[in-house]
């Protein structure tokens, strides 16, 4: 048996018992692969983490950055009270069009919205909102900006909430120093900026699994 055929049928196994799709979220997964979504999404185990770190956080409020096809949206959605909110940010109109359908087919059209737009665009006008601080955010877009995303959650969070950056590994690359990748450099920035970070204190796990080697970071905003 090879190492990743090991690792998926580890995932499969945990996946049975601990985190097994509905059908709502199975109709997610299928409709964003009809659609020709990049099959990115997290696995099923890690949607589940991020439902029990919005839990365990006592989320009211969320924000995601990266849609997609509303997968993780989902399974945070899920986290939320009657009356909490989720704010989610999609570059692209088509992959938006695919979430909002699987979002409202999951029962949670009233609690999760998806904005469309460049997310470097689309969150200083939140912040001209002036939200409630967010208790959760989860950044899984385009890497190379992971460091602004960043910036941008300090922004719009308090003391206590919790940070959470998705593929923080890069298969490893993200150790290499000369790496020229928009993608490590933009993570190793974002690393860089929670390890230093007066209001931050941070960690990153490596993973294995469905999705190959890649891993997270989570960060607690301080005071």
């Known amino acids: 048996m090879s190492e990743s055929q090991l690792w998926d049928d580890v995932d499969d196994y945990f996946t049975t018992h601990l985190a097994s799709n509905d059908e709502a979220l199975e109709a997610a997964l299928r409709d964003s692969e009809a659609a020709e979504l990049p099959p990115?999404?997290?696995t099923a185990p890690q949607g589940k983490l991020l439902q029990l770190l919005a839990q365990i956080q006592g989320a009211r409020n969320i924000l995601e950055i990266g849609t997609l096809g509303?997968?993780?949206?989902?399974?945070?959605?899920?986290?939320?009270?009657a009356d909490g909110r989720l704010i989610s940010l999609e570059y692209s109109a088509r992959h938006a069009e695919v979430a909002t359908r699987n979002i409202a087919r999951a029962g949670l059209d009233k609690l999760a919205e998806v904005?469309?737009?460049?997310a470097l665009e689309s969150l200083p006008?939140?912040?001209?909102?002036?939200p409630p601080p967010f208790d959760l955010v989860f950044i899984d877009a385009d890497k190379g900006n992971n460091a602004h995303y960043v910036e941008w959650a300090l922004r719009l969070t308090s003391a206590g909430s919790?940070?959470?950056?998705?593929?923080?590994?890069?298969?490893g690359r993200v150790a290499d120093t000369g790496?020229?990748?928009p993608d490590v450099q933009g993570?190793?920035?974002?690393?860089?900026?929670?390890g230093r970070h007066p209001r931050?204190?941070?960690t990153a796990i490596q993973t294995v699994g469905s999705k190959g080697y890649d891993g997270f970071a989570l960060a607690r905003v301080l005071a």
């Open 125 to 130: 006008k939140l912040a001209d909102e002036n």
């Open 179 to 181: 790496s020229t990748a």
């Open 162 to 171: 919790l940070i959470v950056v998705d593929n923080v590994v890069r298969d």
């Open 40 to 42: 990115v999404n997290v």
């Open 70 to 81: 509303g997968y993780s949206t989902i399974w945070l959605g899920r986290a939320l009270p």
């Open 115 to 118: 904005r469309v737009g460049p």
């Open 187 to 194: 993570t190793r920035t974002a690393i860089e900026l929670i």
């Open 200 to 202: 931050l204190s941070g």
